[in-house]
């Protein structure tokens, strides 16, 4: 018994290394010291590792796989002038390097009252966090991250020279990441990084001015999901390609955008709510590519000015003219947009380069003032679109619907619902149609239109509801498309009725959860999210939410599990998603399965 149980524990140790539990250490800018040995809330260090202001043995340390880096909840970090935290050491897959604001999700929170902790720069720092070639798994977590230096390179988290992979970005509050009042000179990013395996959920972005999150070639299968983004910023989320690289399986989705680009000159051209890109070097044969994008479940809500193209912007341009940049299987859908002053909804163009396989699913939107399209599909007769799919769609504003230019093949568009005063209603390949000349063309023979009122809930007041009320012609008069697009914006499957809803809403006429909006890290209330055996809730811990706004869970049983939740936030789970009620105080969230 004796020699089975000596065998036991001989066991355990050999496999201590794998699980990789890690240290954790402890930083408290206000009373910690580097000399101290920063493994204890009694003992931290003033400085993080990496901190060019880091003395003793807070310079010398290092970290390995499984480490986690405590910043005092409620306390000010301060990054010295010109300087960053140089992200030195990596992770490994399932045991990450942690940077946590003490949010009580690895170990019991320490600082006093819920704030999250805070590292700014100052507005001299030239980064917040700053990346290392081949320092992969990192996560950073809880944080409000703010204040740069408003020079040409001055970006919060910055990886943006060298390629940083498996990176997890959740729960913080990121904000004033430069300056400037027109987009063409205006200067800093909050995440500017090339890499892939990037998870950036669950954010408040503000005051980003140039963008929030530039993602620079080479970058796969990264998701920017469940952020808010609004204020000061000329683009919430950029992606671009401008060499060979071959950018896959990427998802951007459940996010809130509003008010992006108001705050700019109206002569200040690309302010995009997304802009995505896929650019040639002048005089050389590229061949990079954006391939399976998906953008889908955002809401996006008064945005301006219209000089920003479109809220969803796509440009494929081979300037070095061989046609030979290019975007395969690009899926847009379920997504909203309310009283946006743009262009269009949707600005694609294949300007010396090529777009196939395009889906426009199950998008609603409305606009009061005037804009040029819906939809603009522009080629300037030098590139082509193959195969593109228009279906279920609402749109209604005083605009052309569709408009086109040349080069446009194999289009699919149908079961649409559209309401516009616009003369002409559609433009196709650079001819006015009206719409019985559309029709005649094969276009929305199941279709609605062309002055179909959609009879949305509300598009009076702040914050809109596109839902469809009863008697809407939206209502069971969309067609069948299978999955992933048999769930609409709020996870509600469909059909519910005899047949799809047109729009981004399958009614059930239950109400929309209020819209979200960035606030001061200060005026943050709790969620205290918790989960029982068996399963597991995303995010954990403790989460800040800005006062009004709801919050998503991912609720994920075990095989033979099934999952119910409670606790005193309130709210309602479909599928494995669980949103709260608008949050008014601090409350709780409690998974459980049985």
Same mark, same amino acid.
């Given at each position: 018994m004796i020699y089975l149980a000596r065998v036991f524990f001989i066991l355990l140790l050999s496999l201590a290394p794998s699980l990789a539990f890690g240290a954790t250490y402890y930083i408290d800018y206000s009373s910690g010291a580097d000399s101290n040995n920063g493994t204890s809330t009694s003992t931290p260090w003033q400085h993080c590792p990496g901190d060019s202001a880091a003395t003793g043995t807070a310079h010398s340390a290092t970290f390995s796989p499984g480490d986690k880096v405590i910043f005092k909840g409620g306390q000010s970090y301060s990054v010295p002038s010109g300087g960053y935290i140089t992200l030195s050491w990596g992770g490994s897959s399932g045991s990450p390097i942690v940077y946590?604001?003490?949010?009580?999700? !690895?170990? $019991? *929170?320490?600082?006093?009252?819920? $704030?999250?902790?805070?590292?700014?720069?100052?507005?001299?720092?030239?980064?917040?966090?700053?990346?290392?070639?081949?320092?992969?798994?990192?996560?950073? =977590?809880?944080?409000?991250? *703010?204040?740069?230096?408003? $020079?040409?390179? &001055?970006?919060?988290? =910055? &990886?943006?020279?060298?390629?940083?992979?498996?990176?997890?970005?959740?729960?913080?509050?990121?904000?004033?990441?430069?300056?400037?009042?027109?987009?063409?000179?205006?200067?800093?990013?909050?995440?500017?990084?090339?890499? &892939?395996?990037?998870?950036?959920?669950?954010?408040?972005? !503000?005051?980003?001015?140039?963008?929030?999150?530039?993602?620079?070639?080479?970058?796969?299968?990264?998701?920017?999901? =469940? =952020?808010?983004?609004?204020?000061k910023s000329g683009w919430a989320i950029a992606l671009a390609e401008g060499g060979n690289s071959d950018d896959d399986g990427n998802s951007i989705h459940n996010n809130t955008f509003y008010n992006i680009g108001s705050y700019y000159n109206l002569g200040s051209p690309h302010c995009n709510d997304i802009i995505m890109w896929v650019q040639g070097s002048s005089g050389a044969s590229d061949s990079g590519s954006l391939t399976n994008l998906s953008v889908y479940n955002n809401y996006f809500y008064e945005s301006s000015p219209t000089t920003g193209t479109g809220t969803i912007t796509l440009q494929i341009n081979d300037s070095g003219g061989s046609s030979s940049e290019l975007a395969n299987n690009v899926f847009i859908y379920n997504n909203i947009s309310a009283n946006e002053g743009r262009n269009s909804f949707c600005n694609i163009s294949a300007s010396q380069g090529n777009i196939n396989n395009l889906y426009i699913y199950g998008n609603s939107g409305w606009t009061s003032g005037g804009s040029s399209a819906f939809i603009q599909l522009i080629t300037n007769s030098t590139g082509s679109f193959n195969a593109v799919y228009i279906k279920n769609n609402s749109w209604s504003g005083n605009s052309y619907i569709i408009q086109t230019d040349q080069l446009i093949n194999n289009p699919y568009i149908d079961y649409n619902n559209w309401n516009t005063t616009f003369g002409n209603y559609f433009s196709w390949k650079d001819v006015g149609e009206n719409w019985s000349q559309w029709q005649a063309l094969g276009f929305d023979t199941h279709g609605?239109?062309?002055? $179909?009122?959609?009879?949305? +809930?509300?598009?009076? +007041?702040? /914050?809109?509801?596109?839902? /469809?009320?009863?008697?809407?012609?939206?209502?069971?008069?969309?067609?069948?498309?299978?999955? /992933?697009?048999?769930?609409? !914006?709020?996870?509600?499957? *469909?059909?519910?009725? &005899?047949?799809?809803?047109?729009?981004?809403?399958?009614?059930?006429?239950?109400?929309?959860?209020?819209?979200?909006?960035?606030?001061?890290?200060?005026?943050?209330?709790?969620? +205290?999210?918790?989960?029982g055996t068996n399963g597991s809730i995303l995010p954990l811990g403790p989460v800040s939410v800005c006062p009004g706004n709801y919050k998503t869970f991912t609720i994920t049983p075990q095989s033979g599990y099934t999952a119910s939740v409670g606790g005193t936030c309130g709210g309602s789970l479909v599928g494995t998603t669980y949103t709260t009620n608008p949050i008014t105080a601090a409350c709780t969230v409690s998974a459980t399965f049985q």
């Open positions: 946590d604001g003490d949010s009580g999700t !690895y170990v $019991s *929170r320490w600082g006093s009252g819920t $704030s999250q902790a805070v590292i700014t720069g100052n507005n001299n720092a030239a980064a917040i966090f700053l990346a290392v070639a081949g320092k992969n798994y990192i996560t950073i =977590n809880n944080l409000e991250l *703010r204040s740069v230096t408003a $020079s040409s390179e &001055s970006s919060i988290i =910055n &990886s943006a020279q060298i390629a940083a992979n498996y990176f997890t970005i959740t729960n913080c509050t990121i904000h004033d990441a430069g300056s400037g009042a027109n987009i063409n000179t205006a200067i800093g990013f909050a995440i500017n990084a090339s890499g &892939s395996n990037w998870t950036v959920q669950g954010n408040s972005f !503000y005051d980003c001015y140039h963008a929030c999150i530039y993602l620079n070639s080479g970058f796969s299968n990264n998701t920017i999901s =469940n =952020n808010t983004f609004g204020d609605y239109g062309p002055t $179909s009122d959609p009879k949305y +809930t509300n598009i009076t +007041t702040s /914050p809109y509801n596109l839902m /469809p009320q009863a008697g809407s012609p939206l209502i069971d008069h969309g067609v069948t498309l299978g999955s /992933p697009y048999n769930v609409d !914006y709020l996870g509600t499957s *469909r059909p519910q009725g &005899s047949a799809y809803d047109i729009g981004a809403y399958e009614s059930v006429f239950s109400a929309l959860p209020a819209l979200q909006k960035p606030c001061l890290q200060s005026s943050m209330l709790t969620i +205290t999210a918790s989960a």
